[in-house]
C-alpha cells in the first residue's frame, strides 16, 4: 500500500468514526444560509461591517458541497469570480466591503492564500460531485497558479506564501500556520502536480512541528522562518487564538492524527480539569483567557478530541458546542462555519 492511499483509507475511518449528527446537514446549513448569505451568493461576516472575505466564500462553498446544495454553489462563485477580482491574475481579492466613500467592492486587492486554497478545493469537489468540467477547469488554473506564484522553497522545504505582497520573499518569511489546508493538497496533487504538492503537504507538517509554543506547545497563528528556524511572530501574534485552531481542524481532517500537536491533548486535559476551552491562550506568558471559546472552537476541538481517540471529552465538547451555538445569536459567520466545517465532512 502507498503512503498515498494509506492516507486515504485513514481519513475514511475517521469519517466512519467520527459520523456528524443529522442536524449538522440539513437544518443548520439552511440557517446558515438564511442568515449569511446573500441572494446573489456572499458571504456577510457582521464582525467586520457586513463585508466578505475570499475565506467566507471557500469555507460556504465546501459546505455547499457537503450539503449538495448545487444552486447556492453556483450563486456563491458566481459572485466570487465577479467581485473578488485581484491585482494578480488567477488570484482573489481578499477583502471586499463599504470603501470611505460609502460604495462597496474590494478593500484590500492582496490575496490571502487559505482563501485561494479553500475555494480551489471548493471547485475541484463541485467537479468530482456534479461532473461539471467547467468547474474543474476553474479549480485546476487557481492551483496552478498557487503553485507557479505563491510557492517558496527554503533549506530542500515548499512553502506557500500566506498572499502574494508583504510576506517576504527575501531570507525571512512570515508564515501562518493556519493556512495549510492539508486535504485540500492531497486533491491538488491528484489534479496537478503531484511531487509539488506532496512536498507542500509534507512542509506544511514540518511546519506545525516547529511552530509549537508555550509551555502546552500549542501552534501559533503566525511565526517567521529564517535561516532554518522558526520563530514566533510577536509583531503579528502571540496567542492560540482566532486562526489557530484551524491546524487542528485540517489535521483530523487529513487523517493526520499521530501529527496532532501535543499541545492539543493538553489543552483538552485544561478542558476536562477546568471545564471550559479559553477563548486565547498567551504563547508568551503561559495565560489563559477566563472567557471560553466560541461554538465553532468547542466543534473543531471535538472534532480533534475523536480524532486523537478521546472520546469522552468529544462527546462532551460536541454537546456544548452545539449549545453554544444557539446562545451566540446569528452574527458570529466564523465560528458558525467552523461549527458546519467541523460536523459536515466538508473538508474530506
Known sequence: MTRNSGLVLAAAALCIAF?????????????????????????????????????????????????????????????????????????????????????????????????DTLVAYALLKAARAWNNEGYRKAGRAMVETLRRRLSVQRDGRLFLLPGYYGFGRGE??????????????????????????????????????????????LPAEWVVLEKGAVRLDSAKSVTHHYEAPRVALYLAAAGEAPRMPKGEAALLAFYEAAGYLPAWVDLERDSVSLDSASAGVYAVYSRAAAAMGNKRAAEQLAKEARAKLEKEGEENYYSFSLFLLATSGALE
Not at 73 to 91: H, K, P, V
Not at 181 to 201: G, I, M, S
Open 19 to 115: 459520523a456528524p449528527p443529522a442536524w449538522a446537514q440539513d437544518s443548520l446549513w439552511e440557517r446558515y444560509k438564511s442568515r449569511f448569505m446573500t441572494a446573489d451568493g456572499r458571504i456577510m461576516d457582521y464582525y467586520q461591517e457586513k463585508g466578505s472575505h475570499s475565506e467566507g466564500q471557500g469555507f460556504a462553498m465546501l459546505l455547499a458541497v457537503a450539503n449538495r446544495d448545487e444552486r447556492a454553489f453556483a450563486l456563491l462563485w458566481d459572485w466570487t469570480r465577479s467581485n473578488l477580482n485581484g491585482q494578480i491574475e488567477g488570484l482573489l481579492a481578499w477583502s471586499w466591503g463599504k470603501r470611505p466613500g460609502g460604495d462597496w467592492g474590494v478593500i484590500d486587492f492582496n490575496s490571502a492564500t487559505d482563501g
Open 172 to 217: 525571512a518569511l512570515r508564515l501562518n500556520p493556519s493556512y495549510l489546508v492539508f486535504p485540500a493538497y492531497r486533491l491538488f496533487a491528484a489534479e496537478d502536480d503531484r511531487r509539488f504538492w506532496d512536498q507542500v503537504y509534507a512542509g506544511g507538517l514540518w511546519l506545525v512541528s516547529e511552530s509549537l509554543y508555550g509551555a502546552w506547545r
